[in-house]
């Protein structure tokens, strides 16, 4: 078994902007369904959560970067979603991949997402 691991920081005004400025454009080609359906039901601070899964998606395609079976990926091939207790889980479909992890934080400026997969 191998490990690739993936970290990423963003700044939340920087995702406002992009999605105040290109819409709902934007958040077509970066999000699921389901994350924009996450996200739109936080609206006191739905900037942080958009920013958190942009955060995330970039971790998750730099480990995957190390995971060399697995082929280009784009920002919709896999979706983060939340269970029952909050944490966010990666769902993704690869043969290759035997099992991935993800943590997130935000504040007021700030998105971090960590990502820890285990392939063969
Ligand atoms: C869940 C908790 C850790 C979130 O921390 P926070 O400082 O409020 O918020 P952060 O910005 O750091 O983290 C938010 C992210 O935590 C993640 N999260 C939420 N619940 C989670 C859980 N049960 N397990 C793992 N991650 C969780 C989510 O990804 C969330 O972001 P999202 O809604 O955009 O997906 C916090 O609310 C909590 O319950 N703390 C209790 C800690 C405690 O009891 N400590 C004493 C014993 S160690």
Known sequence: MKI??????????RIKNSIERIGKKFLNTIFTDKEIEYCESHQNNKYQHYAARFAAKEAVYKALNKVSNVGHVNWKDYEIINNVYGKPEIIILD????????????????????????YK
């Open 4 to 13: 690739a691991c993936g970290t990423d920081i963003i700044e939340i005004e």
């Open 95 to 118: 043969e290759s991949i035997e099992s991935m992890d993800i943590s997130i934080s935000h504040c007021k400026e700030y998105a971090i997402a960590n990502v820890v997969i285990l």
